[in-house]
């Protein structure tokens, strides 16, 4: 009698309820990292979901002969003979070669790098280890947690916060998957999988890691808060969460059987997707931490400068007048005096301006989403070797001071010279961008209604050699930036003013 492929053979072979956890990871990655758009994550997801299967099917493959001499796999298509070995792998390739196309021509090619590393190693390094060494464990951690990059990088990450989350979800599949060792142990050995359970048979090794490594995942599960891309709010979450975790393995410590090893592992699957679910919800609401980030918050910006972008008035700003330099562009009124520090520790003033195109930000080094974005725009455009200077002025100059700047700038490998950043008091900075730029920024100081205290722009302001701004670009805006470039250079072709007027 000739075994069935059914629906149960199906699931067998692509093992759905991984297939939907690496779904959610790879989502959460794409999330945490708040993009404008999200016209990539059906790609993303889709993507993902047929490489998932492929890399389970090709492990199926490889695994064969060790999946017929074990209880628990024995049910699989190729042990059954529901399927063929040549079915199996044709169609395994056909899903893989589907999923990376979509993921490369939908999601980018950073996104098709992290999902060929992930598949690469699962396949190629982690499989084959299972047979040989029991630090398997450790090296197929690293393509369970690429996913969330795959995803963050889909939307233009990943940032500060996509790493953090990828570190918890690598250190999260320690203590779940050494459970499942531990519950398993006789069948693994069986197999011939060498795991750490085998070399461990009373587990009196992993009782006393079992919560280390849970406490490990409670430390990680905070670097959002420290990083300041979420709220405390979601720390004491992922804290009560992790609380109960870490239960399960001290229970686990103390009596380690069968029962409190799945113990261990039902309190891991409940764990990992509350706390993803916990620190994407806060993530994207906690406009008071990542302001700059929210749309709700840019958006306010824009309503400023709707229209002066395109030579309409920004509020608070003088009347836009045409100055006769032959340009063409608005003038949005010279920037005040003003005196803030240098990331070289020096005064700037208003006369370092002179003489020069400046393009001009407001960003803060702690920032998790779109002051990375802002400055990756800035560095493309030197590259390109415009003939402009680049200002970042920050609107955290608590925590911002000209050696945090200049860490902030090597980052991107900006030049001294031609990318300067500026800290000073909360209230010089305020004053030189509501009145100097008459761009929305909170720089820490008194709360306003309706704004976080750190809030900043999301426009460039571009200011011409006598100190004049004369235009507003959205970072985001391809066409915005593409008319950047055309007005650096007609400012660039204005002869410098006179120093004696």
Known sequence: MVARFDRASLAALIRPRIALLVLVVTAVGYLLERPASYAAL????????????????????????????????????????????????????????????????????????????????????????????????????????????????????????????????????????????????????????????????????????????????????????????????YGLAALGLGALFLLAAFAFYARPDRVRARQVVVASVIYLPLVLLALTLDVACATHVEPEACEDCVSI??????????????????????????????????????????????AFTRSDLGGDVWVVDFIFTRCAVTCGQMSDAYALLMQEGLETRFLSVTVDPRNDGPQELTAYRSKWNGDAEEWRLLTGTSRDIQHLAEVGFSLPVNAGTEPVAGMPPLFHSGKFALVGKNAHVRGYYDYRDELDLKRLREDIAKLAAVPSPDPQG
């Open 301 to 346: 910006g824009d309503d400023h400068l709707e229209g002066a972008s395109h030579g309409a008035m920004a509020v608070n700003a003088p009347q836009v007048a045409e100055l006769i330099d032959g340009t063409g562009l608005p003038d949005h009124g010279q920037v005040p005096e003003f005196s803030l520090v240098g990331d070289d520790g020096q």
């Open 42 to 233: 059906p790609w993303v997801v889709l993507g993902t979901l047929f490489v998932a299967a492929a890399g389970c099917a090709l492990n199926h493959f490889l695994e064969r002969d060790a999946d017929a001499l074990m209880k628990r796999t024995r049910t699989r298509p190729l042990v059954t003979g529901a399927l063929t070995e040549r079915q199996v792998v044709i169609g395994s390739l056909l899903s893989l070669a589907a999923g990376l196309l979509m993921i490369g021509l939908g999601a980018g090619i950073g996104a098709l790098a992290y999902q060929a590393a992930a598949i690469t190693i699962y396949l190629a390094i982690y499989t084959p280890l299972k047979q040989h060494t029991v630090s398997n464990t450790w090296i197929g951690a690293i393509p369970g947690a690429l996913p969330l990059l795959v995803g963050a990088a889909a939307a233009g990450g990943p940032t500060p916060v996509a790493w953090a989350a990828f570190g918890l979800v690598f250190l999260w599949q320690l203590p779940h998957f050494f459970a499942i060792a531990s519950m398993y142990r006789e069948e693994y050995a069986s197999g011939g999988m060498r795991m750490l359970s085998g070399d461990d048979p009373d587990d009196s090794l992993l009782r006393w890691q079992m919560p280390l490594l849970v406490m490990c995942v409670m430390l990680v599960s905070l670097l959002p808060v420290i990083l300041g891309s979420a709220r405390p709010l």
